[in-house]
């Protein structure tokens, strides 16, 4: 298996532009997640599926984010508008079981600039 | 102040040394611990995880939970260059759910 699969890798736009990251998890996982990483923050959750459902977007920072997971293969994360403080690595994980598995998986990671 | 807080590093150790990791935590909901390895440029890896208190062991990789007094503990010993990397703690009150982390401690082991 390739792993969990993330792009592109890397993303500079300018404030205002619509932002698209893309996440394929690895075959057969069931759970996905999604993490946002800043020297600030920190690494910080951002929203997770089960089986294709969100179960939890409490992490999401406010309405500009959306995420979406419509098939079991694939999973993207929006930011409309985007904004220079949304500047991070942006993670994309799949599990078998849950948070706590010893199966979870990172993918490399998406590295956006908002000019 | 934040729920986990982890010693903040860098630490700089030479090769073979016991190298210890700790975070604190304020969150006495937290039953779930987590400890990740991320290398640079790449996306953490879970390398233990401890329900409740106690010891787990992995080959030289030791995780410690004291819940009376919030702290935890990743020990490694014979620290190899290869574990040079930042390592993360992470924590949750429920399983599958949502995990706060640490700020991560930077570790450098020296040949």
């Known amino acids: 298996d390739a792993g969990v699969i993330q792009s592109p890798r890397h993303e500079v736009t300018e404030m205002g532009q619509e932002v698209t990251l893309r996440c394929k998890p690895i075959?057969?996982?069931?759970?996905l997640f999604w993490y946002r990483q800043t020297m600030m923050r920190g690494l910080e959750l951002l929203i997770y599926?089960?089986?294709?459902?969100?179960?939890?977007d409490s992490g999401m920072p406010e309405d500009r984010f959306s995420a979406k997971m419509p098939n079991a293969s694939f999973s993207t994360l929006k930011i409309q508008p985007s904004e220079p403080r949304d500047s991070a690595v942006y993670f994309c994980?799949?599990?078998?079981?849950?948070?706590?598995?010893?199966?979870?998986?990172f993918g490399p990671g998406t590295r956006l600039t908002v000019l | 102040q934040k729920e986990v807080e982890q010693d903040p590093g860098p630490l700089s150790v030479p090769e073979g040394a016991i190298v210890s990791l700790n975070c604190t935590y304020s969150n006495s909901a937290f039953q779930y611990f987590m400890w990740y390895r991320q290398y640079s440029r790449k996306g953490p890896e879970l390398l233990m995880y401890?329900?409740?208190?106690g010891n787990k062991e992995d080959g030289r990789f030791t995780a410690q939970v004291d819940k009376s007094s919030k702290y935890i503990s990743l020990f490694i010993r014979d620290s190899q260059p290869s574990d040079s990397a930042t390592y993360l703690c992470?924590?949750?009150?429920?399983?599958?759910?949502?995990?706060?982390f640490g700020d991560g401690t930077t570790l450098t082991v020296k040949p």
């Open positions: 992470a924590m949750s009150n429920t399983n599958a759910g949502k995990s706060t």
């Open positions: 994980a799949s599990s078998s079981g849950g948070l706590t598995s010893d199966t979870q998986y």
């Open positions: 599926f089960n089986n294709n459902v969100p179960i939890d």
């Open positions: 401890t329900y409740s208190s």
């Open positions: 075959s057969g996982h069931d759970y």
